[in-house]
């Protein structure tokens, strides 16, 4: 089965820091993703990439960018964390060239939950 | 702009009641709809998934959902809850065919009382 791992469970930074959150798969996916999600809001996507070293914004890019050297690993950077990005942080991973009717899904890490003090 | 709604931000069912969560969407043409499942601590699961066909659509965990063009909705619903399907459920739609880029719903609360 896909596993989708996320380094850190929970994770606290102070204001003004440069964090990184880091998203491996084991899966050999083409597809990553990096999801946030606020109570009330639901999930919203901040950055995805379809292969190895491209990258491309999603629906809240601002205060975030990404790094996608090797296919297995999709990190997020706070390049100065603040507070309103105290957020679940959500990676997800997808095999493209499955048959898109019988399997399309993504597969999700279990979360990192930041906490910007 | 495409878009999902779940009107329901908190549900309390009692354990063995039926469950109806409401989803409705907004987009240009035939939507890729989905349902995921949080459970505390857990990324998300996903339910169920309508593409096309057959507007009824059977998931996991005796889960299923309609397709009704008509009303731009994607209802989830399973006819006995168990105590273990208290959880957090999102509605999803697939905002740009094939990409995987989804476009989520506030999500809906499940609690199940004894």
């Known amino acids: 089965d896909v596993k989708v791992t996320q380094s850190s469970r929970y994770l606290v930074k102070r204001t003004g820091e440069k964090v990184f959150l880091e998203c491996v798969q084991d899966?050999?996916?083409?597809?990553m993703f990096w999801y946030r999600q606020d109570p009330g809001l639901g999930l919203r996507l901040i950055y995805f990439?379809?292969?190895?070293?491209?990258?491309e914004k999603g629906d809240i890019p601002e205060g975030y960018s990404v790094s996608r050297e090797k296919k297995e690993r999709f990190s997020l950077i706070l390049e100065s964390a603040s507070t309103n990005q105290t957020s679940m942080y959500l990676c997800?991973?997808?095999?493209?060239?499955?048959?898109?009717?019988?399997?399309?899904?993504?597969?999700f890490g279990s979360g990192t939950q930041l906490s910007v003090l | 702009a495409q878009s999902v709604t779940q009107p329901d931000i908190h549900i309390t069912v009692s354990e063995g009641a039926s469950l109806e969560l409401r989803c409705n969407y907004s987009?240009?043409?035939?939507?890729?709809l989905f349902w995921y499942v949080q459970s505390p601590g857990q990324g998300l699961q996903l339910l169920l998934k309508?593409?096309?066909?057959?507007?009824l659509v059977q998931g996991i965990k005796g889960f299923e959902a309609e397709f009704k063009r008509s009303q731009s909705s994607f209802n989830l619903r399973k006819p006995s809850v168990h105590w273990s399907d208290a959880a957090e459920y999102f509605c999803?739609?697939?905002?740009?065919?094939?990409?995987?880029?989804?476009?989520f719903g506030q999500g809906t609360t499940l609690q199940v009382k004894p």
């Open positions: 990439s379809y292969d190895v070293k491209m990258k």
């Open positions: 309508y593409f096309s066909g057959d507007t």
């Open positions: 997800a991973s997808r095999d493209p060239k499955r048959d898109s009717a019988t399997n399309e899904k993504l597969f």
């Open positions: 987009y240009g043409a035939t939507p890729y």
């Open positions: 999803a739609v697939e905002g740009v065919r094939n990409t995987g880029k989804l476009i």
């Open positions: 899966m050999d996916h083409e597809n």
